[in-house]
């Protein structure tokens, strides 16, 4: 049975900074895609940053690159998500999520290109 399980939300001011987590397990993640989106009360869940297991490169949606950085651990079948600069706009649940099928990296910023998900946790910006 596959698992996520996000780690690391909580209250931060402006400015500051968290580190989430999400562990895999399950599956193995070779030829997978992981990644992160967030979702605030009311609107669509939106893509922030993603990996494909058997490459380099992160990828990382407009409204956080340069401020999040999206990171792993091959030997923990974990990947991590540094958030720096943190906005009251970046409150939000933020979930993981796991491509399984052979084609889940060709669209990484989709929603449908995830099998799996986790429950999330609530990062909250606020002063």
């Known amino acids: 049975q596959v698992q996520l399980s996000e780690s690391g939300g909580g209250l931060v001011q402006p400015g500051g900074s968290l580190k989430l987590s999400c562990a895999v397990s399950?599956?193995?993640?070779?030829?997978?895609?992981l990644g992160w989106f967030r979702q605030r009360p009311g609107e669509e869940r939106e893509f922030v940053a993603a990996?494909?297991?058997?490459?380099?490169?992160?990828y990382y949606g407009a409204s956080v690159k340069g401020r999040f950085t999206m990171s792993r651990d091959n030997a923990k079948n974990t990947v991590f998500l540094q958030l720096n600069s943190l906005e009251r706009e970046d409150t939000a649940v933020y979930l993981c999520?796991?491509?399984?099928?052979?084609?889940?990296?060709?669209?990484?910023?989709?929603?449908?290109?995830?099998?799996?998900w986790g429950q999330g946790t609530q990062v909250t910006v606020s002063s």
């Open positions: 399950g599956r193995t993640l070779r030829s997978s895609v």
């Open positions: 999520g796991l491509g399984a099928r052979s084609d889940s990296g060709a669209y990484y910023s989709a929603i449908e290109a995830y099998d799996y």
């Open positions: 990996v494909k297991w058997g490459g380099d490169r992160t």
